[in-house]
């Protein structure tokens, strides 16, 4: 976590006025961010700091960059919060990007054909997927498989541990 004495007052300014918001949007830029140069300049070290975070938006005046014909917006991290003296409960995004109270959904489906599409198809079955299953799908090893469900989490989809069998499995049960 970041302390605030390590932050330019643009970046509390830029995460002050994004949780102020309901959604958390850092967009629209307030006044006091009008100098492009310095503006992305703190940008992108709030971003490394994963005080704030990236996550397709569809309303155009939210929208910062745009990628693959996706509009991307950003948004702060309860992370962010915290490093403004802010609690949690408020919504926005975690730390990883994921943001919270719905407001956005999760990361896109990853690309065609990989393991990890796979992963998401085998735990999107009514059934779910036990870990053995999802090993033997991916050629993974377990802690690599787990790591993939960690990272799913991180994504913003919600996983259901379940019991099939005296077997521990896994579903999607919706987004986060």
């Not at 490093?83 to 990007?97: K, M, N, P």
Request: charge should be neutral; hydrophobic fraction near 40%; proline fraction near 7%.
């Amino acid at each position: 976590m970041a302390k605030p004495n390590s932050l330019d007052d643009l970046q509390l300014i830029l995460l002050s006025t994004a949780s102020q918001r309901g959604d958390g949007s850092l967009l629209p830029f307030p006044p006091a961010a009008a100098d492009a140069e310095r503006r992305d300049k703190g940008l992108s070290s709030l971003m490394r700091r994963k005080l704030v975070a990236q996550a397709p938006v569809s309303d155009p005046a939210l929208s910062w960059r745009e990628k693959d014909d996706q509009r991307i917006g950003l948004f702060i991290t309860d992370a962010g919060r915290a490093a403004i003296g802010l609690g949690e409960e408020t919504g926005g995004a975690d730390a990883e990007g994921a943001v919270a109270g719905a407001t956005q959904p999760p990361s896109p489906a990853p690309r065609s054909g990989t393991k990890a599409e796979l992963v998401l198809t085998l735990l999107q079955r009514e059934l779910g997927a036990t870990l053995p299953e999802l090993v033997e799908a991916t050629g993974w090893l377990p802690h690599t498989t787990r790591a993939a469900l960690t990272g799913l989490r991180k994504k913003g989809h919600a996983i259901a541990r379940l019991r099939r069998d005296d077997v521990t499995c896994y579903r999607i049960e919706s987004a986060a």
